[in-house]
């Protein structure tokens, strides 16, 4: 059967002040209307039922997010400590094995704007069909709209039956790069996976060693100790990018990660002087910026090209082009401003 994974950990750092340990930026109506979470799950329920949905996530937002998201609380896995998406799927797929020994596993994210959520199903079932019929690994590629440097990339190779083996990987490009790569026919790496959990788990063993000592764990029941002795790695880095089995299916599906303040402007309305105000916010004589209030007015006068932000006690005037180095930024200033306690 088929099953799906939703990732929903990390703090969103990126969406400081708004986001916080609490309320990450999964859990904020970022896109408008719901929380990108909610989003996610929806998106789902066109393909698969609840009981076979599961989300990963942290200590703190599993309450939260089993309330907002009405999943089955036996479906909700929390994660003793972070060490990335690779322990994270690993765990995830054994679940799913564990309750389906035929199970094939669809992994996306909590915290992504897909406008069109039939063509995303569409794309999704390709690649679960592709995963089912061959010991593949499947990723899903999004045709690029944009030269972005904030993705990584794909580039496709051999074509096989429903997509195409992955040539090479390549990560996070100079705009000159990206340029380069998407005249070669590279995708976007969406970070939409599927495969067999059993196929997963055999790959895992041959290719990621910062993960494989620690599967006896699983076997065990034993989920602390496997998280304790996995390395942090990201699925990609730990086993797409080392295995031979990868396959990537296009995606034609409109798709952003809405990875900083940034990404408001592509996926909001825009006022006629191309801003993007959300709450209490009043520009006069101001273009190309993006304000957000949570409580208190903001007036942004005679300014281009700026984000200011008011949330949780704090504000954020920054200059739009520092939105990729705002977790950077944070690192500069002192806990006693960058750290946000909400009740």
Request: hydrophobic share 45%; glycine share 10%.
């Given at each position: 059967?088929?099953?799906?994974?939703?990732?929903?950990?990390?703090?969103?750092t990126?969406?400081w002040?708004l986001?916080?340990?609490?309320?990450?930026?999964?859990?904020?109506p970022?896109?408008?209307?719901g929380?990108?979470?909610?989003?996610?799950?929806?998106?789902?329920?066109?393909?698969l039922?609840?009981?076979?949905?599961?989300?990963?996530?942290?200590?703190?937002l599993a309450?939260?997010?089993?309330?907002?998201?009405?999943?089955?609380?036996?479906?909700?896995?929390?994660?003793?400590?972070?060490?990335?998406?690779?322990?994270?799927?690993?765990?995830?797929?054994?679940?799913?094995?564990?309750?389906?020994?035929?199970?094939?596993?669809?992994s996306?994210?909590?915290?992504w704007?897909?406008?069109?959520?039939?063509a995303?199903?569409?794309?999704?079932?390709?690649?679960?069909?592709?995963?089912?019929?061959a010991?593949?690994?499947?990723?899903?590629?999004?045709?690029?709209?944009?030269?972005?440097?904030?993705?990584?990339y794909?580039?496709?190779?051999?074509?096989?039956?429903?997509?195409?083996?992955?040539?090479?990987?390549k990560?996070?490009?100079?705009?000159?790069?990206?340029?380069?790569?998407?005249a070669?026919?590279?995708?976007?790496?969406?970070g939409?996976?599927?495969?067999?959990?059993?196929?997963?788990?055999t790959?895992?063993?041959r290719?990621?060693?910062?993960?494989?000592?620690a599967?006896?764990?699983?076997?065990?029941?034993?989920?602390?100790?496997f998280f304790?002795?996995?390395r942090?790695?990201?699925?990609?880095?730990?086993?797409?990018?080392?295995?031979?089995?990868?396959v990537?299916?296009?995606?034609?599906?409109e798709?952003?990660?809405?990875?900083?303040?940034?990404?408001?402007?592509?996926?909001?309305?825009?006022?006629?002087?191309?801003?993007?105000?959300?709450?209490?916010?009043?520009?006069?004589?101001t273009?190309?910026?993006?304000g957000?209030?949570?409580?208190?007015?903001i007036?942004?006068?005679?300014?281009?090209?700026?984000?200011?932000?008011?949330?949780?006690?704090?504000?954020?005037?920054?200059?739009?082009?520092?939105?990729?180095?705002?977790?950077?930024?944070?690192?500069q200033?002192p806990?006693?401003?960058?750290?946000?306690?909400?009740?």
């Amino acid at each position: 059967m088929q099953w799906a994974v939703i990732l929903a950990g990390g703090s969103g750092t990126r969406f400081w002040p708004l986001s916080t340990p609490t309320r990450p930026k999964h859990l904020l109506p970022l896109a408008g209307g719901g929380a990108t979470a909610e989003a996610a799950f929806e998106r789902l329920a066109g393909l698969l039922p609840p009981e076979r949905i599961l989300l990963v996530t942290g200590a703190g937002l599993a309450g939260p997010l089993r309330a907002k998201l009405g999943v089955p609380a036996e479906n909700v896995l929390v994660e003793p400590e972070a060490k990335s998406t690779g322990p994270a799927l690993v765990w995830g797929s054994w679940v799913a094995r564990s309750r389906d020994p035929e199970a094939v596993v669809l992994s996306t994210h909590a915290d992504w704007h897909v406008p069109d959520p039939a063509a995303f199903v569409r794309t999704a079932e390709v690649a679960l069909a592709v995963a089912d019929t061959a010991p593949w690994l499947v990723t899903v590629g999004v045709v690029p709209t944009r030269p972005e440097t904030g993705y990584g990339y794909i580039i496709p190779g051999q074509p096989v039956e429903g997509g195409f083996l992955v040539a090479e990987f390549k990560e996070k490009p100079t705009i000159e790069g990206a340029g380069a790569l998407i005249a070669r026919g590279a995708l976007w790496n969406s970070g939409l996976f599927a495969w067999r959990a059993d196929t997963l788990l055999t790959e895992i063993g041959r290719h990621a060693p910062e993960m494989a000592g620690a599967l006896p764990a699983l076997a065990r029941a034993d989920v602390a100790s496997f998280f304790r002795h996995c390395r942090a790695v990201s699925i990609d880095v730990g086993v797409l990018e080392r295995s031979p089995a990868v396959v990537v299916v296009p995606g034609q599906f409109e798709w952003d990660d809405i990875g900083t303040w940034e990404a408001l402007a592509r996926i909001r309305p825009l006022d006629p002087n191309r801003n993007v105000l959300a709450g209490n916010v009043t520009a006069v004589d101001t273009r190309d910026s993006i304000g957000w209030s949570e409580t208190m007015p903001i007036v942004m006068a005679g300014v281009e090209n700026v984000v200011v932000v008011e949330a949780n006690g704090r504000i954020l005037v920054m200059d739009r082009r520092h939105a990729a180095g705002l977790k950077q930024i944070l690192e500069q200033l002192p806990p006693s401003v960058r750290e946000i306690a909400v009740s």
